[in-house]
């Protein structure tokens, strides 16, 4: 048989022979059994050509380690690739590595130990808390939904079923393990993981991956440079090859000239004055903490009304412990203090569906955040339906809005929305707030790779829609002289 040495490994050597290749090293050499031995390829599997849905797989003939475990959102041709076969047997996979809890980095993870995944799960210990906070709040939704289009005969699906169910998150949820912040992780033989903060939410981490064939560093979501509750991003180590979200990578935040938040203010009062209410969908993960932290500031500055604020989600609510827990009061800016950097007197926390409907015809002005950010599911829906259509109203979205989703029509200018079977008319106002974003934009996200020590030999723009990957790709490439290319979805390299 001849052997033919690529980056790849040697082909033509069956699985038996190549067990005992190593006897051929006075023959090959080193560098050859290198080759064979610690062949890598990475594979874009979610989080490219869309914003939503990261996995990114490393796989050796010995070792498959899963960064992120994301569900698709947003558009159709998406969202049906959570039904699709993984791209590979989940049970074939050693570890998975999580960065941040949103959903579109961890809602697939049931549906992974549901069809074989038996290995450990990594995160930081915040991390660890939200996403068993998202996970069972996603199962119950999911759940809740099918069961909802069942009965109301809205589904092309009999019967209709949901994505993953609560016993699948509970199976997932005994296989995290806590890691800490800067310190490395053995994987394998020669497999090595480092989270350092990445300042998004609480808990969110890049995460370097050392693999006998070189380094990767995964940015996960990046945060601003500061951020309005949290401690500031940090610098992680470069990588050989380095995957840098990309959600603002063609875009800069509005920077404002006046006060901070003040079209926000303006609105609150505008909206009560007419004697509407002010709904904010906002995720119930970190944007919720954020937006009550900024009304409290608006507030106490006499710039916004004293009006009752109502937290419609029970998600929304138990992050808020954990961002509230002692044990996590390291991770918040060091001019804040844990108990009180949400101070609204008529703070009103929601968590039954019996005061949940009641909101739908607030009797008196108020201001209702519920999730989900995007208004693509939760009791946000419901709370839209009734208040849509009355233009005393006003909705403020505020982060980005992935194409396909609802908040994205809003953000478009639709004059209708079609929810639970029926369009809805679009007469209230409606705001967009991007001064709430704690993704970096795109000079952050290039001010970040320019720090990167070493330089990385090869960049990838994920995690964003095309225009916006393809953008950040082209400014890395021509102000930084790095090698950056647009990530594909299904995309192999090897490294």
Not at 39 to 68: C, N, P, Q
Not at 100 to 129: C, I, M, Q, S, W
Not at 341 to 356: A, K, N, Y
Not at 425 to 447: C, K, M
Request: with cysteine; aromatic share 6%; net charge negative.
């Amino acid at each position: 048989m001849r052997l033919c040495v690529t980056r790849k490994g040697v082909k033509g050597v069956s699985a038996i022979d190549r067990a005992d290749l190593a006897n051929f090293g006075p023959i090959l050499g080193a560098e050859v059994q290198a080759g064979v031995m610690d062949a890598v390829e990475l594979s874009f599997l979610g989080g490219a050509g869309t914003v939503t849905g990261s996995k990114y797989l490393l796989g050796s003939e010995a070792t498959r380690v899963l960064v992120d475990a994301g569900v698709f959102q947003g558009e159709k041709q998406f969202r049906l690739l959570n039904w699709e076969p993984f791209g590979v047997p989940p049970r074939s996979i050693d570890t998975v590595l999580i960065t941040h809890a949103h959903t579109d980095h961890v809602g697939y993870l049931p549906v992974l130990v549901r069809d074989g995944f038996a290995g450990e799960v990594l995160a930081t210990e915040a991390t660890v808390e939200l996403a068993e906070i998202v996970l069972r709040d996603a199962a119950f939704l999911a759940e809740r939904d099918a069961a909802h289009a069942a009965e109301g005969g809205y589904s092309k699906h009999n019967p209709p079923l949901p994505l993953f169910n609560i016993g699948d998150v509970e199976h997932a949820l005994k296989l995290f393990r806590i890691v800490e912040f800067e310190v490395d992780y053995e994987l394998a033989e020669g497999w090595t993981a480092r989270w350092t903060r990445a300042g998004h939410i609480l808990g969110a981490a890049s995460i370097r991956v050392q693999t006998p064939a070189g380094s990767v560093l995964f940015s996960g979501d990046l945060g601003r440079t500061s951020h309005p509750v949290l401690r500031a991003r940090e610098l992680p180590e470069g990588a050989d090859v380095v995957l840098v979200e990309s959600t603002y990578g063609d875009r800069e935040h509005f920077e404002t000239a006046a006060r901070a938040h003040e079209p926000l203010a303006e609105l609150i009062r505008r909206t009560a004055r007419r004697g509407g209410s002010v709904l904010i969908p906002a995720f119930a993960v970190d944007r919720t903490e954020v937006v009550l932290q900024t009304l409290t500031e608006l507030l106490h500055a006499g710039r916004i009304p004293a009006l009752p604020v109502f937290v419609n989600s029970p998600m929304a609510l138990a992050a808020l412990g954990v961002y509230r827990d002692p044990r996590f009061v390291d991770e918040l800016r060091p001019d804040l203090n844990a108990g009180s950097f949400v101070d609204l007197p008529q703070l009103h926390e929601v968590r039954s569906t019996e005061d949940s409907i009641k909101l739908n015809n607030p009797k008196v002005p108020s201001i209702i955040i519920s999730s989900s950010g995007m208004a693509t599911g939760g009791r946000v829906l419901h709370h839209l339906e009734h208040l849509l259509p009355d233009d005393r109203n006003a909705v403020v979205l505020t982060g980005y809005q992935a194409i396909g989703t609802r908040g994205r029509a809003l953000a478009d200018g639709a004059t209708h929305l079609k929810m639970h079977g029926r369009q809805v008319p679009v007469r209230a106002e409606i705001l967009i707030d991007e001064e709430f974003s704690v993704h970096a934009d795109a000079s952050e996200l290039l001010d970040w790779l320019a720090a990167l020590s070493p330089a990385p030999r090869r960049v990838y723009t994920v995690h964003g829609d095309p225009r916006s990957a393809a953008a950040l790709a082209a400014a890395a490439t021509a102000r930084l002289n790095l090698t950056v290319e647009a990530a594909g979805h299904g995309q192999t390299i090897s490294l």
